[in-house]
């Protein structure tokens, strides 16, 4: 029940404006690799008044460095992902697997930053491969 709520809220709140809209309308006029910093971009500013009120977010210190990094490369990954599925239905489950494993209360603190890890290695390799191509 949790994650359907992280799917309904985050996932396709999210995710129909960042990859359904945005990056969609910035994939016309730049590379995918642009239009998956911009969408990041301003993802991180979306992100900006939690900092305000959630803890987590008040917490991270220079863990901020790695949660920007993580959101670039998770632009780069849910771009790919978009791009090969032509849907935002993939994205919408995975964002609100990640957002579930990520803000839970009943993990280990590593668990948020192995997982983000993760998604910053797979960003990195795809990056990569959009780059030589």
């Keep these: ?26 994939i016309k006029t730049c590379g995918r690799l642009q239009a998956a910093a911009w969408v990041a971009g301003v993802w991180m500013l979306w992100h900006l008044p939690a900092f305000a ?4 977010y008040r917490e991270m ?37 990640f957002d579930l494993i990520t803000a839970s209360d009943h993990l ?11 998604v910053i290695v797979q960003g990195i390799y795809l990056a990569r491969q959009q780059a030589r191509h």
Excluded: K, Q
Excluded at 9 to 15: A, K, L, Q, R
Excluded at 66 to 94: E, Q
Excluded at 108 to 118: C, E, H, N, Q, R
């Design 53 to 56: 009120f959630n803890e987590n």
């Design 108 to 118: 280990p603190d590593a668990v948020p930053m192995l997982i983000s890890g993760v």
């Design 1 to 26: 029940m949790v994650l359907g709520v992280w799917m309904i809220t985050f996932g396709i709140g999210e995710e129909a404006g960042w990859r359904g809209w945005l990056y969609a309308f910035l």
């Design 61 to 97: 210190g220079w863990g901020v460095i790695g949660w920007a990094i993580s959101l670039l490369y998770g632009s780069v990954l849910l771009g790919w992902l978009f791009h090969r599925s032509g849907t935002i239905i993939p994205l919408v489950i995975w964002h609100g697997v």
